[in-house]
């Protein structure tokens, strides 16, 4: 399968164009903003629609006799955008039609490539080694940066951006890809201790396959929170484990309290590689499609309404 550009959401859900590099690059997903039928006495207030690069939520309106329709008795006005990641929510807007349109962060000029540590956070020193770094054009293709120790230029716009680095030497860390955002800007390189640790926890113990991917996804809410009670799907996947109080099983169907799930040894070509469907139900309801490669480890934090 070729490379596409970015994920898709499914029909709950909204798509917000997004753009890289003056190309189109990934889709992000949003809750609809639109009001709620009307009942006596005026209904709740609709639920807000995230801004960023598109304009915020319709909030209440009102019928001929001036009451509510999504909001409250009487309530002319309606809430707008809230936060979404990458852009400032719209505002209110004082006749019930939405918010203004939500302003979009604006990326650093410099891209760091960090570690990721056991904890699967991000370190505060830059990765000593060298290597390339890759970012996903909007085309499908990769363009490429020798990266020598320190933060390398970046000319980005939009919202998302998916970035790889291939390590000099492959001995002690994988090749990573990680989708990037304004608010989070680092580009992560895994370890392979940090990955082998992981499958000992099966209950036949094993190492990753060099020729399969694996996906480590982290599902949060728009907050950020780690969502449990969701049930991953990954095609041809040879198993999902969960990490639960910070370690990781292969028994179980849904997400815990961390939020966290791999699904590990995912068919994938090599780099550049495929693009690998990620299906959530359960708690929540979303797909992305995620980019994968033969020996690489894919990080991609599902943020969900």
């Known amino acids: 399968m070729s490379l596409s550009p970015g994920f898709r959401c499914l029909r709950r859900f909204r798509l917000l164009g997004l753009v890289v590099l003056g190309l189109p690059a990934s889709v992000a997903c949003t809750e609809n903003g639109e009001a709620p039928p009307y009942w006596e006495g005026g209904g709740a207030r609709g639920p807000a629609s995230p801004g960023g690069a598109r304009p915020g939520g319709r909030g209440g309106a009102k019928n001929d006799d001036g009451e509510g329709i999504g909001g409250d008795m009487g309530d002319t006005g309606g809430t707008g955008g809230t936060d979404a990641a990458g852009g400032t929510g719209g505002t209110d807007a004082a006749d019930g039609t939405g918010g203004t349109e939500g302003a979009v962060a604006e990326w650093p000029t410099t891209l760091a490539v960090r570690e990721l540590d056991e904890d699967f956070g991000l370190g505060s020193r830059n990765f000593a080694d060298d290597g390339t ?16 120790g320190s933060p390398i230029d970046l000319e980005a716009t939009g919202s998302a951006l998916w970035a790889a680095f291939v390590p000099k030497s492959d001995k002690n860390h994988f090749i990573t890809i990680r989708q990037l955002t304004p608010l989070s800007p680092v580009l992560a390189v895994a370890r392979r201790r940090t990955f082998q640790d992981i ?107």
């Open 199 to 305: 499958f000992q926890a099966l209950s036949v113990p094993a190492d990753p396959d060099p020729l399969r991917a694996q996906i480590l996804v982290r599902v949060t809410n728009r907050r950020g929170e780690p969502l449990a009670f969701v049930i991953p799907q990954v095609r041809d996947a040879r198993v999902i484990m969960y990490r639960t109080f910070g370690s990781w099983t292969e028994f179980g169907e849904q997400t815990s309290g961390d939020g966290m799930f791999l699904a590990a040894d995912v068919p994938a070509s090599s780099f550049p590689g495929s693009i690998a469907k990620v299906i959530l139900s359960g708690a929540v309801s979303a797909s992305f499609e995620v980019p994968v490669a033969a020996g690489a480890v894919t990080l991609f934090d599902a943020a969900v309404d």
């Open 133 to 148: 770094v890759h970012l996903r054009l909007g085309s499908g293709g990769w363009s490429s940066t020798k990266y020598q």
